[in-house]
């Protein structure tokens, strides 16, 4: 009896040790199954080539918590998703808010130029051009009087990828929130800032909207507005005097090329000038610059009557049917006000200001996207040594350096746009015609000439000595083509009124940019701020130009 027990007992355990055996294996299979099948849809996932449209972060965002955030972003365009994902690939806590996590329809930031690029590797975000039918950009054909003249971006040092790009701007920022996105420690919400938090003088966060309409707050040390040239959240954090001199009004083209590939075409004509440039592999963007007193109304049609009679004759013979077509198509007519606004930070501890929030220059040249991206190249190395943001008077004291340092890339490219804007416009005075002519045939001398002014256009030459430099030559040049044959009285009259016109318009410039920041920065102590906690030990030293 005590046997059949113990043996009964004994069969109920080996049987309960079987059945918990099969069991487990049971479960353990299952497990294995279920999580191959994860990893096959997910590997599944990632493999699928996303479509150029679908190449987008999806309209909710990354929403994750990302425990005790260090840095708030407001706004995932160009600078505010770079940002994003230079810190996060730093390691640090980000909570990125973007209006629309939707491609960006704009025909604002379509070329990038080689030195944009640049720093597009520097940050480790050069395959963002990759996929997205971008065009290479050598350089541009500038046309005056039915003569041209080729200005190539001096690129014969640099490897054979480091070119300018064309592309249309949506698709390049959704690389840049997908990388950004990409990073476990960044999360990317749609959502609407609506103010910033601020207690005693100090940013703590902002309000916003998420999507579906709900007030929410973040909280954060330092809180990084990226919000662009229609900011509404820059009015505390600096002095805003913007300038409208001029809109663009882009259309695009299709079925046609331009005279020469990889080349962008500018047109001086009049009243100012009109760009063309290749955007993708089947189309051709067209900018017409009109100055803001007499824009005309695209509602009532005025708009494309004064591109069909004042524009297309102008425009290059091989494109006039296109540019005719272009007109009558629906909704092809945009139109996006030229800004200008020269950076006058008001630093306010907890926040900080970057991208066209900060800082606009005229679009004619297309250097503003490779401002931003070099501010954002100096905002990361400026973090790199604070690993505590929590002391933000400290913090913001600090980061006053950054409006030096990034003078010479900034103030080089903000000057050669806005004196060319103004250079390129037609004038019923005769001196701006001279001193259109003057750069004209200051081009047209080639070599160092032309190399040194595309080398400032193109970002490759961020030094504001070489802008002066340039743009005093080019003066002397204009004076010189006045007093051939030989100098009379008038023709004297003639050189001093160019140079002072020449330096009518160049010197408001270079005094709103600051003259000691852009050509002394060295004297300026905020270029010498230590991070707080490492005292005595300078975060940079070296050139002006911090190269
Ligand atoms: C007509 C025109 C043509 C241009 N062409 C060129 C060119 O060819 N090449 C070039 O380099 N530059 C060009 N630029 C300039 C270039 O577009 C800008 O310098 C660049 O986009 C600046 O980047 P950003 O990140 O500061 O701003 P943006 O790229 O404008 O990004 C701002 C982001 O903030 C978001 N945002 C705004 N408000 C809020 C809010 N309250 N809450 C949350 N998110 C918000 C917006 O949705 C947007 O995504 C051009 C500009 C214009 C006007």
Redesign the pocket.
Known sequence: MLFFFDYSFHSLVVLKSTASGVIARFLGIVFFYYNSLVRAWRLNKQKKPASMEENCVNKHGNRKTVETTEIII????????ALAYILGKDGRRLHV????LNA?R????????PG?YLKLIELGLEDCVDEIDAQRFLGYDLYKDGNGVTVSFPLVKFPSDVVGRSFH?GRF?QKLREKAASLHNVSLEQ????SLIEDNGTVKGVH?KDKSGRLLTAHAPLTVV????????RRSLCNPNVDVPSY?V?LGLTDCKLPKENYGAVILADPSPILLYTLSSTEVRC?VDIPSRNLPSVSDGEMAHYLRTMVAPKVLPELYTAFMSAIDKKNNIRV????IMAAAPKPIPGAFL????LN?RH?LT???????LSDVVLLRDLLRPLRDLSHASAVSKYLEAFYTMRKPMSSTINIAANVLQKVFRASSDPTMEDMQQAYFGYLKLGGPFSNGVSAILSGLSPRPLCLAFHFLAMSIYGVGRLLLPFPSPKRLWNGAKLLWVASSILLPFIWSEGVRQMFFPQTVPAYYRTPPGNKGIKVREGTPCGH
């Open positions: 407001v706004g995932a365009g160009v600078a505010g998703a808010i973007e209006r629309d960006p704009r025909i604002a930031g379509e070329n990038l130029m944009g701007n920022v959502g609407t800032v609506t916003y990226c919000d662009g040239c229609f900011s509404n959240l663009f882009g900018m996006v006000p030229n800004k970057i991208g066209d929030a606009i679009a297309g250097g503003g996207m490779t401002v931003a």
